[in-house]
């Protein structure tokens, strides 16, 4: 008899711990307030970045009532186009908390918003939003969550137990000032993303830019955010012109897709291209035509030789970087129309992708000796960070891929003595005119 009691009340035991062990577990749930939280991605030399979550807290917290080790910000990034979409998960390192309200803004006395600000690089893979996979960027799925550490002491009460995974929305600065429409010339349906600067009574500039190879597809914010492209619409650029307008058209594959398939030469959306750019001036009157500047990178680079090839005298210049048209294919006929165009050319000696011996160079010191007037030439010995930021093991700057040129481009780092007077590729721009 004794021996049949013991393992029954073993039994009742384990089931009463059992049980409480639910009640414990559930009423740790039942403590956890499920709260929403947004995102803010900012575009850098790189790319583009979540650099913040904005997290709500449900009631008011003071000023300086949180810090870095507040939350712990965990996420699941992934992309649909894969048959396994997962990418990879972790948690973000914060490095720096701050107690804001709705928008983010800090320096409130008091706010229901608690902002983290997180580590990005330009090898930190968990903060990008974009994943480049068979030769093109997307945009993929960043689940993130946000799990609160330490209590907060806030009006009415302390605010515990916080765990913030419900996405209410995200900011992508600068990329949201640009407009996005699509137009259709023939057989080809161009997609584009637009900047107007704020209306005067004078007439602006055009400045158009031709995306790279991994930037192609029917989503235009793509070539403003996988590299920095917004970086047309910053202040700083926008200052040199008074203001100026930005198209930045979209081929649906490649700028360098040509009528054999190949970079022949040719391109197939070259037609289409040129019909977006008048109709898209004939919609903005106040477009000066004489002030119309393309550029491109790469791929895009090897559009806007084609351009200045075969509309000679409609640009007023010319940014080709690190472009793709093999030398062998301008003929000297070629040189005589792309020599009226003011032009500037930017790459990197250690450019594998497209190496500048048998692209940029070669054409431009063709360009001289046909005596073009106004042709340059910033030949770099690598890309390296201008930020001070980044930096490798050694202590040297970051280095990016010598197919990055249009990094120092966008951050207006590259320039040459004109007349002994040293001047940016922007101001040079700037100043340029078919009425000049």
């Known amino acids: 008899m004794k021996k049949s009691i013991r393992p029954a009340m073993l039994c ?19 403590d956890q307030k499920r709260m929403s939280y947004r995102t803010v991605t900012e575009i850098h030399d790189w790319g583009a970045a979540i650099t913040k979550v904005i997290v709500d807290l449900g009631k008011p917290a003071p000023k300086g009532s949180i810090s870095e080790d507040t939350f712990k910000v965990h996420v699941v990034r992934s992309d649909s186009r894969l048959s396994n979409p997962f990418l990879e ?20 006395r008091t706010g229901k918003y608690a902002v983290l600000e997180m580590e990005i690089g330009p090898s930190v893979s968990l903060g990008s939003p974009l994943n480049y996979y068979a030769g093109s960027n997307a945009w993929v799925d960043s689940k993130y969550t946000v799990t609160q550490q330490k209590d907060i002491a806030a009006n009415g009460g302390a605010v515990s137990g916080l765990v913030a995974d419900q996405f209410s929305g995200g900011t992508r600065e600068l990329v949201d000032d640009f407009a996005t429409g699509k137009e259709t010339f023939g057989d080809k349906t161009l997609t584009y993303a637009s900047y107007s600067p704020e209306k005067d009574k004078t007439k602006n500039p055009l400045i158009i830019w031709l995306h790279g190879g991994g930037e192609g597809g029917a989503d235009p914010s793509i070539p403003l955010s996988a590299n920095k492209a917004v970086s ?20 649906p594959t490649r700028w360098m897709h040509g009528f054999t398939g190949r970079a022949d030469g040719t391109s197939i959306y070259e037609e289409a291209l040129m019909g977006l750019i008048k109709d898209y001036i004939s919609k903005n009157p106040d477009i000066d035509p004489s002030r119309i500047y393309i550029g491109g990178a790469s791929n895009g680079g090897y559009m806007t030789m084609l351009m200045i090839r075969d509309y000679p005298g409609y640009f007023a210049a010319a940014f080709p970087i ?13 040189i005589q129309k792309i020599k009226e165009t003011p032009t500037w050319f930017v790459t990197s000696k250690n450019d594998t992708t497209l190496p500048p011996k048998i692209n940029t160079l070669p054409t431009y010191e063709r360009l001289v000796k046909a005596g073009a007037k106004d042709v340059h030439l910033t030949l770099f010995n690598g890309i390296f960070d201008h930020t001070g930021l980044y930096k490798n093991a050694d202590g040297t700057p970051y280095e990016y891929n010598g197919h990055f ?3 120092p481009l966008y951050n207006n780092d590259v320039e040459t003595a004109i007349n002994e007077k040293t001047i940016t590729i922007m101001e040079w721009l700037a100043a340029q005119s078919l009425n000049k």
Request: proline share 3%.
């Open 322 to 334: 690190c472009e793709g048209l093999n030398d062998r294919l301008v003929t000297d006929a070629d």
């Open 12 to 30: 009742m035991l384990a089931v009463i711990m059992a049980v409480s062990l639910n009640i414990n577990a559930s009423a740790k749930q039942a």
């Open 89 to 108: 998960e972790g948690y973000r390192n914060i490095t720096k908390a701050y107690i804001s309200d709705k928008n983010g803004k800090p320096g409130v």
């Open 232 to 251: 047309f619409a910053t202040e700083e650029t926008q200052s040199y012109f008074n203001g100026a307008y930005v198209l930045v058209p979209q081929a």
């Open 405 to 407: 040129s249009w990094v």
